[in-house]
């Protein structure tokens, strides 16, 4: 009875096919342009890229010393921002969903999605207003004697640290709530009454459980986090702390446009090889845990 | 075996020998849970705040605190450039979740009700967009846009609303299609089916079946669309033609002449605006029947 009515629905060419279009041709086709300009040089002052010979060079420009720091530095402060947003969101996303009463859960997480919804870079200029050396939480410290001089946190690594785990530490919470929240309570009851305590029910029953949710919020969090532009420039100042804001440089000021996508396409090739790194490092943390839990299957076999 | 019996007699002793003291801890750990799940609500809220109470600072910049009153708020009225921002930012956010909306709506569609190879294919497309970083598809973006507009000489991509639309859909389209998918293919085809089987003709059963069933998921998704758009500023500043600045943009350039109070009067109310916009997504879907985890899933977009 399938046949006969199958010829009564749309196709599915049809109906993906201007979503296909509209991302090949303004998605697709532009980053393809980007890449095909990193393998080309600038002309002279005025050009901004010519392609007429191609090379690796704009590759090796872009991982000079001087470029190289800025990479080291951005990675440095993905994966320690990213590491920050699970240890202070970790515990928020865990009592919103197993401790706190189930009739305020709703609108905790409403005011989670808060933050997250307002101008990004509106609220990273609240925290330019807060840390700044005349702001009032400099003359606070002060008067309360834990700050001597006017407090020197803007434009500096720390203040972009701030600035991006205030950033994405939403994108942290509501993942992992939603994996805590599907663990469910049933499952951890069984756990304490089967005789674990506390602990061993989160570490062995929860957290594994719980699993894809965080690995859903560390790559969530780390991969905008390593494209940021917006939060670096507001708090980390004009010195260029973030890749981001060497891509947007070579564009913009410099006119470089072939060294700019060198620069994208390496931005594009750190967040992949170290999503992969992290994945394998995973992969073998877990070895041990997983191959145990075979042995016992085997043994009751 | 027997180790596993080991392992839950161990378990069972320290269960029992620890209960009364465990009772204790257990009121400090959630104590402490949910002191420092408060204290990151306020660190969340913080610069929210900040920016509230400073869009009632009469003063010339907004950093310095001078004194209480509205000036800020008079002064949207008074200068042009801030109320054309904000009105471009407010026609780019309607035509682009427009435009994501109904894209991303029928590529959702067609995922959930058409599964096959190239479902494959097209989550991997889409995941790509999701996942490249704004600034690449920023200068990725210009070049190609000016590409269009003066190499092959095509005016309508010269026009600073479709630059900044077109720039704003990308991902949003993304979005919409995960989320009108996830909706769908929570619900049966069965009626789909019974409506071709009853020789509706294949339009009239996507009016009048498929997209009412997928309706809430396809209003969250415009009104999420709108507020990505609002926000959009990487893509938004590289793609901008001097003439229709968006509000974002507006604020980025002040950034390096100086930040006056009026800006955060204007965030104050498009803050309004955005919660207004928020509230309306999570009563569609409450009305939808959606769980607090189930609309928390569908704004995260996952």
């Not at chain 1, 410290?141 to 720390?158: D, K």
């Not at chain 1, 994108?171 to 663990?183: E, G, K, Q, S, T």
């Not at chain 2, 991997?124 to 600034?135: A, N």
């Not at chain 2, 079946?209 to 590289?238: K, Q």
Request: charged fraction near 10%; include cysteine.
């Amino acid at each position: 009875m399938a046949s006969p009515s199958a010829p009564r629905r749309l196709p599915a060419p049809l109906l993906a096919f201007p979503a296909w279009a509209w991302l090949l041709f303004f998605f697709v086709a532009p980053v393809g342009m980007v890449l095909w300009f990193s393998f080309g040089y600038k002309p002279g002052i005025f050009g901004t890229h010519a392609n007429d010979v191609l090379s690796f060079d704009r590759y090796i420009e872009a991982l000079s010393p001087t470029f190289f720091a800025t990479f080291v530095n951005t990675l440095w402060v993905g994966l320690a921002g990213t590491a920050l947003c699970l240890v202070i969101g970790g515990p928020v996303a865990y009592w919103m969903a197993v401790k706190a009463p189930m009739n305020r859960r709703g609108l905790l997480l409403a005011l989670v999605m808060v933050p997250f919804w307002t101008n990004f870079l509106v609220r990273t200029i609240g925290w330019q207003v807060i840390l700044a050396p005349e702001g009032w939480l400099s003359t606070l410290l002060q008067a309360v004697g834990l700050q001597e001089g006017p407090l020197e946190l803007l434009y500096t690594r720390t203040a972009v640290l701030i600035g991006v785990v205030y950033n994405y530490l939403p994108l942290m919470i509501l993942p992992l709530f939603v994996a805590f929240d599907r663990v469910g309570g049933s499952l951890r009851e069984a756990s304490k009454d089967l005789g674990a305590n506390r602990i061993r029910t989160f570490t062995q029953v929860t957290v594994p459980l719980a699993q894809p949710g965080i690995v859903a919020g560390v790559l969530l969090v780390f991969i905008p986090l390593m494209g940021d532009y917006i939060t670096a420039t507001v708090l980390g100042g004009a010195k260029g702390n973030m890749i981001g804001q060497l891509v947007a440089s070579q564009f913009q000021t410099a006119q470089n446009w072939a060294l700019g996508s060198a620069m994208a396409v390496l931005l594009i090739l750190v967040i992949a090889l170290t999503v992969a790194a992290g994945a394998l490092l995973l992969w073998l943390l877990t070895w041990p845990a997983r191959s145990r839990r075979r042995l016992v299957l085997g043994d009751a076999s | 075996m027997t180790e596993l019996h080991a392992t839950r007699a161990i378990a069972v002793a320290e269960g029992s020998r620890s209960r009364s003291r465990f009772r204790t801890r257990r009121s400090a750990a959630d104590i402490g849970l949910t002191v420092w799940s408060i204290a990151v609500f306020l660190f969340l809220f913080a610069p929210i705040i900040v920016i509230i109470a400073y869009s009632f600072n009469v003063g010339r910049l907004l950093v310095s605190w001078d004194h209480f009153g509205f000036d800020s708020f008079a002064a949207i009225v008074t200068k042009p450039a801030i109320r054309d921002a904000v009105l471009v930012s407010i026609r780019t956010g309607a035509v682009a979740a427009l435009l994501a909306t109904a894209l991303g709506t029928l590529a959702g569609i067609a995922m959930a009700r058409r599964p096959g190879k190239w479902v494959f294919w097209f989550i991997g497309l889409l995941l790509l967009v999701s996942v490249t970083p704004e600034i690449v598809d920023a200068v990725a973006l210009l070049p190609w846009l000016v590409f269009l507009g003066q190499d092959l000489g095509l005016g309508i991509f010269s026009d600073g609303i479709v630059r900044l639309v077109i720039g704003h859909s990308l991902f949003s389209t993304a979005i919409v299609a995960y989320i009108v998918r996830a909706r769908l293919v929570g619900l049966d085809a069965q009626l789909e089916e019974a409506s071709a089987d009853l020789y509706a003709p294949p339009l009239r059963t996507f009016w009048r079946v498929t997209l009412p069933l997928a309706l809430p998921a396809v209003l969250a998704g415009g009104l999420l669309s709108f507020t990505l758009s609002l926000d959009n500023t990487i893509v938004a500043a590289f793609v901008q033609v001097s003439g229709t600045t968006p509000w974002p943009v507006y604020v980025l350039s002040a950034l390096r002449s100086g930040l006056r109070p009026e800006i955060a009067a204007v965030s104050t109310i498009m803050l309004l605006l955005t919660l207004f916009a928020l509230a309306m997504v999570a009563v569609v879907l409450r009305r939808a029947g959606d769980s607090a985890t189930q609309i928390a899933r569908t704004m995260a977009g996952s």
